[in-house]
Nanobody, 118 residues
Framework: QVQLVESGGGLVQPGGSLRLSCAASGSRFSGGFMGWYRQAPGKQRELVARIFSGGRTDYTDSVKGRFTISRDDAKNTVYLQMNSLKPEDTAVYYC????????????WGQGTQVTVSS
């Protein structure tokens, strides 16, 4: 059984930093990817960043230069370091993963709230 467990969300002031973690069990998603998605109220869920098993990364334009995705294969965990946070980054952040290929994740975590506000 595949499980993705997120942690690290919270309330932070504009310009601050947070690090999200997603610990996976049940699969190493070989040939696929693990990533972070977010959904703000009234908006569709969107890709934030993903990292493939070969190390390639994708970022949405609005977070390039501010967010960094990384993975620890020994721990089967993916991280999202978020710096220079803005109010528009406020959303529920979901860990998503897929074994093999591209496309939308096949597995999801429960989500963690990130709120950027003064």
């Amino acid at each position: 059984q595949v499980q993705l467990v997120e942690s690290g969300g919270g309330l932070v002031q504009p310009g601050g930093s947070l690090r999200l973690s997603c610990a996976a069990s049940g699969s190493r998603f070989s040939g696929g990817f693990m990533g972070w998605y977010r959904q703000a109220p009234g908006k569709q869920r969107e890709l934030v960043a993903r990292i493939f098993s070969g190390g390639r990364t994708d970022y949405t334009d609005s977070v390039k230069g501010r967010f960094t995705i990384s993975r620890d294969d020994a721990k089967n965990t993916v991280y999202l370091q978020m710096n220079s946070l803005k109010p528009e980054d406020t959303a529920v952040y979901y860990c998503g993963a897929r074994a093999g290929g591209f496309g939308w994740p096949a597995y999801w975590g429960q989500g963690t709230q990130v709120t950027v506000s003064s």
